[in-house]
């Protein structure tokens, strides 16, 4: 089955530090991919639509000038996390739909980002 | 406005079934998945219904009822390892999930 991969798995940083997370598709092309947030016992946060070749789709509520996306290719889009505070203490997770079926959508294994 | 209804927890015992119901209210509808996650990690799909009826698939199966807003997800001959929670996610008109904070199943020896 379809693969994506999430990198780093967790990192812990300084507050007002930046941190990248990655998300690749391992066997399929992706052109939109999602970014959640998901706080202990919460459902998940949609945080933003990445799209390649062009700007990213935040949701209502999400900084774009603190949450950055980059969908540089057809395999791998980054989020960053610009000066991170301890409430961006979270568990983000990427998403991506295989070719146009929005049917077939795998998740990332998911990065736990502890701020200190 | 969009709404997902579940269970917030259920307790089944090892072997048994269980139907966890799922209702639910979208901007649109391009069917509906069921997830599954362990604590700490990322969903992991289980079953996607866009029309109406049963989709069986092994010991898990999912009902869809359009027109009620209504879905079901029937686990059979429960093991340990299906302690998780089960999360209903509708696809909206614009092919975006709806989450809710999803059931939390606890299976019992």
């Known amino acids: 089955g379809a693969v994506v991969s999430q990198h780093p798995s967790w990192v812990i940083c300084k507050s007002g530090t930046s941190v990248k997370i990655e998300c690749r598709s391992l066997d399929f092309q992706a052109t939109t991919m999602f970014w959640y947030r998901q706080f202990p016992k919460q459902s998940l946060m949609l945080m933003a639509t990445s799209n390649e070749g062009s700007k990213a789709t935040y949701e209502q509520g999400v900084e774009k000038d603190k949450f950055l996306i980059n969908h540089a290719s057809l395999t791998l889009s980054t989020l960053t996390v610009t000066s991170a505070h301890p409430e961006d203490s979270s568990f983000y997770i990427c998403?991506?739909?295989?070719?146009?079926?929005?049917?077939?959508?795998?998740f990332g294994p998911g990065t736990r980002l502890t701020v200190l | 406005g969009q709404n997902i209804d579940q269970p917030t927890e259920m307790t089944a015992t090892e072997g048994a079934i269980v139907q966890i119901n799922c209702t639910y209210q979208?901007?649109?509808?391009?069917?509906l998945f069921w997830y599954q996650q362990h604590a700490g990690e990322a969903p992991t799909f289980l079953s996607y219904?866009?029309l109406d009826g049963l989709e069986e698939k092994g010991r898990f199966s999912s009902f869809l009822s359009r027109s009620k807003g209504y879905s079901y997800l029937l686990l059979k001959e429960l093991q340990m390892k299906d302690s998780a929670s089960y999360l209903c996610?509708?696809?909206?008109?614009?092919?975006?999930?709806?989450w809710g904070a999803g059931t939390k199943l606890i299976i019992k020896p």
């Open positions: 996610a509708p696809l909206d008109s614009n092919y975006q999930l709806i």
């Open positions: 219904n866009v």
């Open positions: 998403s991506a739909p295989r070719g146009g079926d929005y049917n077939e959508q795998f």
């Open positions: 979208t901007s649109g509808f391009n069917g």
